[in-house]
């Protein structure tokens, strides 16, 4: 079955620290992989997709298909990072080719 | 930038009467609406996926009898919950995937419902 994780419910990081938040996948077709954000009382948006390989917001994830992984990360955290990020899997065939989303990753950055 | 509005932002109702959330597509024509339900702190959970002019698609366990989607133009799709029950309360967001061949999906603000 199609399942998308982030192992991490809370990841709590000082300012100027790496950060990496971790998401796997589980499917057997072809994946296209996305990163979500979420900020406080905002709505959800996009922020990575893998296909495009962009760095965003000095945000970047690759894709790596052999540990089934798209883990995001960032080498200097930055305050206003803070937010709720969810990664999801987009299925390659079917249903309007719907989105599977992990549970969510929130980050926090301390000044 | 595409933008999907969502009305009301917020609606307390009695047990038992309906409520109707409307979804629109401000600047761009949305051939695919989907509509999530999202608990506190929790992930979001896809409900139904709907085409315009055609019927919604339902995830497993979603009642379709309790949550009416209408799509009846490319830029407005509504979700009707009927007897809404406390359970039922929720942030309910809608989002809308376009004509344009881009694939990303762009998300309403969510409507809050609370059932007393």
């Known amino acids: 079955a199609q399942r998308v994780t982030q192992p991490e419910k809370l990841l709590s990081v000082f300012k100027g620290a790496p950060v990496e938040l971790k998401c796997n996948y589980s499917?057997?077709?072809?994946?296209?992989l996305f990163w979500y954000v979420q900020y406080s009382r905002q709505r959800l948006q996009l922020l990575l997709r893998?296909?495009?390989?962009?760095s965003i917001k000095g945000f970047t994830a690759d894709l790596n298909k052999g540990e089934t992984s798209f883990h995001l990360k960032k080498p200097f955290a930055q305050e206003e990072d803070s937010a709720m990020y969810y990664c999801?899997?987009?299925?390659?065939?079917?249903?309007?080719?719907?989105?599977?989303w992990g549970l969510g990753t929130s980050l926090a950055v301390n000044p | 930038g595409a933008v999907v509005s969502q009305h009301p932002s917020w609606v307390i109702c009695k047990s038992g009467t309906s409520v109707k959330i409307e979804c629109r597509s401000l600047?761009?024509?949305?051939?695919?609406m989907f509509w999530y339900r999202q608990f506190p702190k929790q992930s979001l959970m896809l409900m139904a996926t709907?085409?315009?002019?055609?019927?919604?698609?339902?995830e497993q366990g979603v009642e379709k009898d309790k949550f009416l989607i209408n799509h009846a133009s490319l830029t407005l799709s509504t979700l009707t919950v009927t007897s809404a029950h406390p359970e039922d309360s929720s942030f309910y967001i809608c989002?809308?995937?376009?004509?344009?061949?881009?694939?990303?999906?762009?998300f309403g603000p969510g409507t809050r419902l609370t059932v007393t």
């Open positions: 989002s809308a995937k376009g004509t344009s061949g881009r694939y990303e999906q762009y």
């Open positions: 600047d761009f024509q949305a051939t695919t």
């Open positions: 709907s085409n315009e002019g055609s019927k919604a698609t339902y």
């Open positions: 499917y057997s077709g072809s994946p296209e």
């Open positions: 893998h296909i495009s390989r962009e």
């Open positions: 999801a899997l987009r299925l390659s065939a079917g249903n309007n080719r719907k989105l599977i």
